[in-house]
């Protein structure tokens, strides 16, 4: 009933920048975080960065802090994930994650299908 639809990923040098979109749809009364993971071969999925989405508060992994910004529009149901100075080790796979409260007033996690990063010369 809720869909997490993500955007943004692709192939970037190492340097550069790319944004990650993430905009969330259903039956929602609320979200209360929302967040990125990701996981690269051989490795288990790690929390990137988290935002509560009603105050703003952000907590980030200490690998991407100070490179990475995670943001949200609250209008929209919408976060984002900036990228900024990739390096290769950031190649994985980025999975959206929500923890929403759905118009019954339950609370569930989603999480979107994933998209790929990759940062390689």
């Known amino acids: 009933q809720v869909q997490l639809v993500e955007s943004g990923g692709g192939l970037v040098q190492p340097g550069g920048s790319l944004r990650l979109s993430c905009a969330a749809s259903?039956?929602?009364?609320?979200?209360?975080?929302m967040g990125w993971y990701r996981q690269a071969p051989g490795k288990e999925r790690e929390l990137v960065a988290t935002v509560i989405t009603s105050v703003g508060i952000t907590n980030y992994a200490d690998s991407v802090k100070g490179r990475f910004t995670i943001s949200r529009d609250n209008a929209k149901n919408t976060v984002y994930l900036q990228m900024n100075s990739l390096k290769p080790e950031d190649t994985a796979v980025y999975y959206c994650n929500a923890k929403v409260v759905g118009v019954d007033r339950m609370l569930g996690t989603y999480w979107g299908q994933g998209t790929q990063v990759t940062v390689s010369s």
């Open positions: 259903g039956s929602i009364f609320m979200i209360n975080v």
